[in-house]
C-alpha cells in the first residue's frame, strides 16, 4: 500500500511537469506550428502520462489521455497539421487531464461540470480524429503517386521490428524471448535475425545482462499501436523501432545509422529479411567501395534519401544524446532531504563561529589558523547548499505565456509577454510561494492595466500591448518587476476611492507623494477595478499580495505614468534560510541588521548627544540624516553608554541612522523562526543563535521605520 | 470527589513559584533546564521573558509569576526553565515556563485531586485544572494549556504599532 503512494506521489511530481512541458510545447508551437522536436516532446509527454496514470491506476485520466495521444500521434506523423483550434482544445485538454488528475487521486467522482467538460472535449478531440482520416486517404493518394516513378518506397508488405532491449532488461523481470513469442500470437515472424554484436568476451560478460538484439519481419493484421503496446514495459530503456509495410526505403535507412551496429551487416540482414531489395542494397554496397563512404552518405548520393532527411535524422540523434546525458546529470531530489541538509549547515555555521570565538580568546597560532580554515569550508559549503536549493525563476515565469495568452483570448486583448532574466536563480521555496503574487499582478496588469487595442490605438499606441517580466540580482536580493505599458494607475481614482473608505483625510492626501498615493492600492479594501472580471477583482488583492512577499522579507513597489504605464517591482531575499547579518549592541541585548542594508557607520558625535532630546537628525555629510534611537524604541532601561554609534541603513533608497551602544562586526546568521508566540511582533523578523550559544534578534528596518513614523505622528498630533 | 478528565493515576511534576507548590501534568513537560540567558523581544509585555536557544531551537520563555501577578522571577541557584509542550491554536508549540524550584514527580489518583475553589488561589479558575492533596497540603495542578492558551498570549499581540501596555 506505501509502495503505492509512492508510486503515486511519483507520478504526481512527474504529471505536473509534464503537463507544464504540454503547454510549453503547445505554445511554442504556435508560433512554430511544424517544429519536429516539439511535437515529438509533446507526443511523449502526453504519452509519458497515460502510460503512467495507467501504472498507478488512474484509469480516467488515462483514457482520457488516450484520446490526446491518438490526436499527437496523428500530428507527429505529419497527417494533421496543428493550427489554433487544435491548440486551443489540447490546452484545453492539458487542462481537464490535470483536474482529472486532482480529483481522481483524490478518491472523488468524475461528476457535473468536470464530466461534461471531459464530454465535450473528447468529442471534439473525435471530430478532430475523424477529419484527419479523411485527410489521411488523401495523403495515402498522393504517396503512391509520388512513390510510382522511384524505389523510394520498398515493397515488402512485412513490418519490421528492430528490438535492442537494454542490457538490464532481464534484470527488471522481462524475458525477451517472451516478447518474442507473443508477437507470433498476433501476427506470424516472417524472418528473425538475432545479433550479438554488442556481446562482450567472456571474461567481461556478466551473464544477467541482456546483450542481444533482434530484427524482425513481422506479419500481422494488426495495427501499430498493438504492436507498439506489445513493448509498453520496456519502451523508456529499450530501443524499439517498428517500421510499417511499404515504409520508404529512407526510414529503413534512418533506421540502420540510428542502430549501433555496422551499417553493411544490417544491410545485409534487411535483405535476407526481405525489407530491402538486393538491387537497393547492390547499388549503396557498390557505392561504398567506391567511395569508402557511410552507408547514409551513399544513400544520399544515390539520391534515394535526400540529403535533409539524414541530415535532421543525424542532428536529432546528436540532440537525443545530449538531452539524454542532461538527464543523466540531474537528480530528483525530495526537498525535505535539502531542508535537513541546510539545517545542518546552519548549525555548522553557528558551531563554527563558537569555534572561531574560543580560537580567538585562547591566542593559539595554530589553532587560529585551522580555526579559520575551517570557517572558509564552511562558508564554502553553506553557499554549495544554498546554490542547491537554486531554480532558475523562469519556472515561474513560464506559466504566464499561457495565462497572457488566456486573457488575450478572453478579453479581445493583444498582448505580447516578454521575459527577461529568466535564468535568474532564486531560492526554491521563494519560486513556489512568489507565483501566487504574481499570478495577481500579471492578471492586474493584463487585466486592468493594459487596454484594448482600440483604447490603445486612440492614445497613438501599439494596438499590441507589452507585458514584461523581469528579473535580476540586485545586492543581494532579486529583483522581479512585472512593466506593462498600459494605462497606468489613476491617482484620483485611488484618492477618491481612500477617501470613500475612511483611510485618509483630505489634509493628509495634501503631503503624500505620488508614489505614496500608488502604494495605497496594496492596502485592504482598495480596488480601483471600476468592474469584476472573470480574471481579477477577485479572490486575493494587492493587499494579500504585500503581505505575502512582506512574509518573504520582501518589499514590493509601484511606479506608474498615466498613458504610460504601471511597473511593479518585487525585491526579495535570494535565500529564506541564511542572511549576512551586522551584529550590534544595545543594553545588554544584540541584534543583527542584515547586512545588505548596512551603509556605513560613524560615531555619535558629543555635540548631538547632548541635544538628543531636541530632535533626531544629523549632518551626515551635508545631507539630512534622520536617526532613530533603538534604545527609545525598544523601550530598553539600561544607562546611556558612553560612546554610541549611527549604523546608517538605506531603505527603499533614503537612509536612517540607528543608534545602537556597540558594533560587534559581521555575522552569518541562520534565521530561525521566534514561532507562533512572537509572529505578530513588529521590528524583528527573527532570531538566530551567536557563536556564544545566546540568541540575538534580527532587526526589521523596514517596520522599525514605519514603527517610529507612528509615533512621530502620534507626539505632532498632540502638539 | 473528582475532577472531570482525570480518571487514572497520572504523575506531575511540582514545583514552587515563590513559597505555593503547582504541579504539570508530566506529559506535557519535555526537560527541565538551568535558568540560561534570555534575550528579550523588545516590545512585548514583561511576563514574556525573551527567548532562548534551545540546542539551536529559538524557545520563547514565559514568567509563569508575573502572569499570575506575583513579583518577577529572580536568577537563583535553583532557578529552572520546565520546557513544556502546549497547543496553542491548535498547533503544538514548544516554550520554557520560569520556576523559582523545581521540586519531584508525585503520583495522584484521580480520588487525590479536588475540583479548584472559585475564589482564594488568586488565579484565573481555568489556569487550574484542580487543587492536589498531599500531605496536608494542596498543590495547584495547572491546565497549562489555558494557561498559554492563544488569548492569553494575545497580550503579545497587543504591542503591535504602538508602546506596549505593560510599560513601567
Redesign the interface.
Known amino acids: 500500500m506505501e509502495e503505492v503512494d509512492l508510486i503515486r506521489q511519483v507520478f504526481l511530481t512527474e504529471s505536473v511537469e509534464h503537463l507544464q512541458n504540454i503547454e510549453d510545447c503547445l505554445l511554442a508551437m504556435e508560433t512554430n506550428p511544424d517544429d519536429t522536436d516539439t511535437i515529438n516532446a509533446l507526443f511523449r509527454a502526453a504519452h509519458t502520462i497515460k502510460g503512467s496514470s495507467g501504472i498507478v491506476g488512474l484509469e480516467i485520466v488515462e483514457k482520457f489521455t488516450h484520446n490526446v495521444e491518438s490526436l499527437l500521434d496523428k500530428v507527429r506523423r505529419g497527417e494533421l497539421r496543428i493550427n489554433a483550434d487544435i491548440t486551443e482544445v489540447l490546452l484545453k485538454c492539458r487542462d481537464h487531464i490535470a483536474s482529472l488528475i486532482e480529483i481522481e487521486t483524490d478518491g472523488r467522482l468524475l461528476e457535473g461540470e468536470l464530466k461534461a467538460t471531459g464530454e465535450a472535449l473528447k468529442s471534439e478531440l473525435l471530430k478532430l480524429l475523424g477529419a484527419k482520416q479523411e485527410e489521411d486517404k488523401k495523403i495515402e493518394a498522393s504517396a503512391v503517386v509520388e512513390a510510382a516513378p522511384s524505389y523510394n518506397a520498398s515493397e515488402t508488405s512485412n513490418w519490421h521490428l528492430s528490438l535492442r532491449f537494454s542490457q538490464n532488461v532481464l534484470q527488471d523481470g522481462m524475458d525477451p524471448i517472451s516478447f518474442i513469442n507473443y508477437l507470433s500470437r498476433i501476427g506470424e515472424i516472417v524472418y528473425l535475425a538475432t545479433l550479438t554484436d554488442t556481446m562482450p568476451s567472456l571474461e567481461e560478460m556478466n551473464p544477467e545482462n541482456c546483450y542481444l538484439g533482434f530484427e524482425l519481419e513481422f506479419k500481422t493484421d494488426f495495427d501499430k499501436k498493438t504492436i507498439d503496446d506489445v513493448f509498453e514495459f520496456v519502451r523508456e530503456d529499450s530501443q524499439i523501432r517498428i517500421l510499417p509495410p511499404h515504409s520508404s526505403v529512407s526510414s529503413y535507412v534512418e533506421l540502420i545509422r540510428s542502430l549501433p551496429e555496422d551499417p553493411l551487416r544490417l544491410g545485409e540482414l534487411l535483405v535476407k529479411g526481405g525489407a530491402l531489395t538486393q538491387s537497393e542494397l547492390d547499388a549503396a554496397l557498390q557505392e561504398q567501395d567506391e567511395s569508402k563512404g557511410r552507408l547514409g552518405e551513399i544513400l544520399v548520393k544515390d539520391s534515394v534519401v535526400h540529403p535533409e532527411v539524414v541530415e535532421a535524422a543525424v542532428e536529432k540523434q546528436k540532440r537525443a544524446r545530449e538531452v539524454k546525458s542532461l538527464e543523466s546529470q540531474t537528480i530528483r531530489v525530495d526537498i525535505n532531504k535539502l531542508d535537513q541538509l541546510v539545517n545542518m549547515v546552519?548549525?555548522l555555521v553557528?558551531t563554527g563561529a563558537n569555534i572561531n570565538q574560543q580560537a580567538q580568546r585562547l591566542q593559539d597560532g595554530s589553532l587560529l589558523e585551522s580555526a579559520s580554515a575551517m570557517s572558509r569550508l564552511v562558508e564554502a559549503i553553506r553557499e554549495r547548499s544554498m546554490q542547491v536549493r537554486m531554480v532558475p525563476i523562469n519556472e515561474v515565469f513560464t506559466r504566464f505565456n499561457r495565462v497572457v495568452r488566456d486573457i488575450c483570448h478572453d478579453s479581445g486583448k493583444e498582448i505580447e509577454l516578454v521575459i527577461n532574466g529568466g535564468d535568474t536563480e532564486v531560492d526554491k521555496t521563494v519560486v513556489e510561494k512568489i507565483s501566487d503574487p504574481l499570478m495577481h499582478l500579471v492578471r492586474n496588469a493584463a487585466d486592468h492595466g493594459l487596454e484594448m487595442p482600440e483604447a490603445r490605438a486612440a492614445k497613438g499606441k501599439r494596438a499590441k500591448g507589452v507585458l514584461k517580466l523581469n528579473a535580476f540580482h540586485d545586492a543581494g536580493c532579486i529583483v522581479i518587476e512585472v512593466v506593462d505599458d498600459g494605462a497606468g494607475l489613476n491617482k484620483e481614482k485611488i484618492i477618491k476611492k481612500a477617501l470613500e473608505r475612511g483611510m485618509l483625510n483630505q489634509s493628509q492626501i495634501q503631503t503624500m507623494t505620488d508614489g505614496e498615493i500608488y502604494r495605497l492600492i496594496f492596502e485592504a479594501g482598495l480596488s480601483t477595478a471600476e468592474q469584476i472580471t472573470k480574471l481579477s477583482g477577485r479572490g486575493v488583492g494587492m493587499d494579500v499580495v504585500r503581505k505575502n512577499i512582506e512574509a518573504l522579507r520582501g518589499t514590493v513597489e509601484v511606479s506608474s505614468q498615466e498613458n504610460q504605464g504601471t511597473t511593479v517591482s518585487i525585491r526579495l531575499p535570494l535565500t529564506l534560510a541564511i542572511i549576512d547579518g551586522f551584529l550590534v549592541g544595545i543594553g545588554d541585548?544584540?541584534f543583527v541588521i542584515p547586512l545588505d542594508m548596512v551603509v556605513e557607520c560613524v560615531e555619535l558625535s558629543e555635540a548631538y548627544r547632548e541635544s538628543k532630546d531636541r530632535r533626531s537628525y544629523i549632518n551626515l555629510r551635508g545631507e539630512v540624516l534622520p536617526y532613530l534611537r533603538l534604545k527609545d524604541?525598544?523601550?530598553?532601561?539600561s544607562e546611556v553608554s558612553k560612546y554610541e554609534n549611527i549604523v546608517v541603513v538605506k531603505y527603499l533608497g533614503f537612509k536612517v541612522g540607528l543608534v545602537v551602544d556597540n558594533l560587534f562586526g559581521e555575522v552569518q546568521a541562520v534565521i530561525?523562526?521566534?514561532?507562533?508566540?512572537?509572529k505578530?511582533?513588529?521590528?524583528?523578523s527573527g532570531?538566530t543563535?551567536l557563536g556564544d550559544?545566546?540568541?540575538?534578534?534580527i532587526l526589521d528596518i523596514p517596520r522599525l521605520v514605519s514603527?517610529a513614523e507612528?509615533?512621530e505622528h502620534?507626539v505632532t498630533d498632540s502638539q | 470527589m473528582s475532577v472531570a478528565g482525570v480518571t487514572e493515576t497520572t504523575q506531575y511534576l511540582t514545583f514552587k513559584l515563590d513559597d505555593e507548590v503547582f504541579a504539570l501534568d508530566i506529559a506535557k513537560v519535555r526537560e527541565v533546564l538551568d535558568f540560561?540567558?534570555v534575550?528579550?523581544?523588545?516590545?512585548?509585555p514583561d511576563f514574556?521573558r525573551?527567548?532562548?536557544?534551545l540546542r539551536?531551537?529559538?524557545?520563547?520563555v514565559v514568567d509563569m509569576k508575573l502572569k499570575f501577578g506575583m513579583s518577577t522571577t529572580q536568577k537563583t541557584v535553583n532557578t529552572c526553565i520546565i520546557i513544556v509542550e502546549v497547543v496553542?491554536?491548535g498547533?503544538s508549540?514548544?516554550?520554557g515556563a520560569l520556576a523559582d524550584s523545581v521540586q519531584e514527580v508525585i503520583d495522584l489518583e484521580p480520588n487525590q485531586i479536588e475540583p479548584s475553589p472559585k475564589i482564594g488561589t488568586r488565579l484565573k479558575t481555568e489556569f487550574i485544572k484542580g487543587m492536589g492533596k498531599r500531605d496536608n497540603n494542596f498543590i495547584i495542578i495547572l491546565d497549562i494549556n489555558k494557561v498559554f492558551s492563544a488569548d492569553e498570549?494575545s497580550l503579545?499581540?497587543g504591542?503591535?504599532?504602538?508602546?506596549?501596555a505593560s510599560?513601567?
Do not use: H, W
Open positions: 546552519g548549525e553557528i541585548s544584540s524604541l525598544f523601550e530598553e532601561s530561525k523562526s521566534l514561532g507562533r508566540l512572537y505578530d511582533i513588529e521590528g524583528v532570531a543563535i550559544g545566546t540568541v540575538a534578534l514603527i507612528k509615533m502620534l | 540560561t540567558t534575550t528579550k523581544v523588545p516590545r512585548t514574556m525573551g527567548v532562548i536557544n539551536g531551537s529559538v524557545v520563547p496553542v491554536e498547533e508549540a514548544i516554550l498570549l503579545v499581540q504591542a503591535n504599532g504602538l508602546p506596549a510599560d513601567q
